[in-house]
């Protein structure tokens, strides 16, 4: 069974609007009800883990009897939360995440539900959910006969626009490719990446005018009162602006995954922590930063449908400091000799070098090097 999600626009009436700002709130307070539930077993229990295991965890239900209006919304949506808290749970024991946090009113507004016995239904531009009944949204792309529905994700932007993420589930077990065009990427801050053959992606010219106009509009942003009239103005513009960067970067990031799954048959890259890298690095607020998650799920799920492959290798691979000639690894390389240069006499740009050393690698896990 294969995945792929369908996002479209949602047009709501204002009682439906009404309804899906409630259902958000209901949501969040769920999720921190249970949260602070949570902790309070945490720390009860956090020096025993065996006990801490046994423990029973709160689930929607219980608040339904105290909160009656928590019965007027979708009772999957808070079903969900409880998910969505098990993993942020599970996150952080495993120590992929921090611990869980409180949902405040900035979150993302949002909520997930599932199709129950045929209660998510699609007709004539209109999509049947849960308590909201026919809703209205733009469909421009079918969904295949043979997919079949899973969960719906609601979400409104902050600029007040509604979208919805139809996932479905569907049959699909590709003829595995026979591997013979490999290439390598090595990632690059700037352009996205390089490749093992030279060829840079860079994004394109208006998105980065974009990103640039997004920095002097936010100096603009701070220099206003907060809550004053002006300031609302130039948060929303800030929100506008975002907005279209991210859907320009998604739009990038779709053709780039598409035209190298396309021309190969095995895509190598490292198995980089985005998170770590963006911390280490102060990347923090930059816009840049879940590009490359982004990407590399493109290409993940891209190439699988065509039965090729994505090999991911370790992030430890020296593939800077290795000479992709004659595989002797220098000892040290500084940021700023962007031209590889070894004993052996190779000399290339530093980021080919790294590609052609990372395809290399990936080429020895396919055993076909
Ligand atoms: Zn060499």
């Known amino acids: 069974m294969a995945n792929k999600a369908y996002q479209f626009r949602l047009y709501p009436t204002k009682e439906q609007e009404q309804l899906l700002a409630k259902t958000f709130g209901c949501v969040r307070f769920v999720y921190n009800k249970m949260l602070e539930e949570r902790i309070q077993i945490y720390e009860k229990f956090k020096d025993d883990k065996e006990a801490l295991k046994k423990q029973t965890f709160p689930t929607p239900a219980k608040y339904k009897k105290e909160f009656p209006w928590l019965k007027e919304v979708d009772s999957l949506a808070l079903a969900n939360a409880q998910l969505n808290l098990q993993k942020a749970f599970q996150n952080f024991f495993s120590g992929r995440a921090g611990f ?141 602006l975002h907005e279209k960067i991210s859907n320009q970067r998604k ?24 998170k770590g ?31 090729k492959k994505l090999i991911k290798i370790d992030k430890w691979f020296p593939s800077s400091k290795t000479c992709s000639c004659c595989g002797q690894v220098r000892e040290s390389l500084s940021l700023s000799e962007r031209t590889f240069r070894c004993e052996c006499g190779f000399e290339s740009d530093r980021d080919v070098n790294a590609a052609i050393n990372i395809k290399h690698e990936g080429m020895k896990r396919l055993a076909i090097a």
């Open 100 to 240: 869980p946090k409180f949902k405040n009113r900035k979150a993302k507004q949002s909520y997930t539900t599932n199709v129950v016995n045929g209660n998510i239904k699609l007709s004539d531009g209109y999509i049947k959910l849960p308590k909201l009944k026919w809703v209205k949204f733009k469909q421009h792309r079918e969904i295949p006969a043979h997919h079949i529905i899973k969960a719906c994700t609601l979400t409104k932007t902050k600029t007040g626009k509604y979208f919805i993420s139809i996932l479905t589930e569907y049959k699909h077990q590709p003829v595995p490719k026979e591997i013979k065009n490999v290439v390598g990427l090595d990632f690059s801050m700037n352009t996205l990446y390089v490749d093992s053959e030279g060829k840079r992606a860079n994004y394109p010219r208006f998105y980065r005018q974009a990103l640039e106009k997004l920095t002097r509009e936010q100096r603009v942003l701070s220099r206003r009162r907060k809550g004053s009239n002006r300031w609302h103005k130039q948060r929303l513009k800030v929100a506008k």
């Open 277 to 307: 890298m963006s911390q280490a690095l102060h990347f923090g607020q930059s816009v840049h930063d879940n590009g490359w998650g982004m990407f590399t799920s493109f290409l993940q799920y891209k190439l699988a449908e065509q039965g």
């Open 251 to 274: 739009d990038f990031l779709h053709k780039e995954s598409h035209k190298l799954a396309k021309l190969y048959d095995c895509v190598v890259i490292e198995d980089l922590n985005m």
